[in-house]
């Protein structure tokens, strides 16, 4: 990981730029596993080497064309803000919302 892609990580920890690049940061095992079982596109991942294999079989089962980019463990804890479980990190898209689907059937309720 380089110190210009940690820059990039921690900027995303701003709300004006994960609007202004459309990304968010998703730190944590549990929490990328269930990101790569979504429809959600994840630009990058991030995995330290004791991760990396069981991210990769996971990769396999389940036909995710994603390949994980293995950093040092303290390289992910200066680009995220988790003080443990920081063995993964992923940079997703965020997912468009469509309010024309919400509307179509008549059931969509806002609440402002």
């Not at 709300?15 to 990058?44: C, T, Y």
């Amino acid at each position: 990981m380089t110190k210009n892609e940690i820059k990039f990580i921690r900027s995303l920890q701003q709300k004006k730029n994960r609007q202004a690049h459309n990304l968010f940061v998703v730190e944590g095992a549990k929490n990328v596993l269930e990101v790569l079982k979504s429809n959600w596109k994840v630009k990058s991942l991030f995995v330290t080497p004791e991760f990396e294999e069981e991210i990769t079989d996971f990769l396999k089962t389940e036909y995710i064309d994603i390949h994980p980019i293995v950093s040092k463990q303290a390289s992910l804890q200066q680009a995220g803000t988790f003080k443990t479980n920081n063995s993964v990190l992923a940079v997703v898209k965020i997912p468009e919302q469509n309010l024309e689907a919400i509307f179509k059937d008549g059931s969509g309720l806002i609440l402002a």
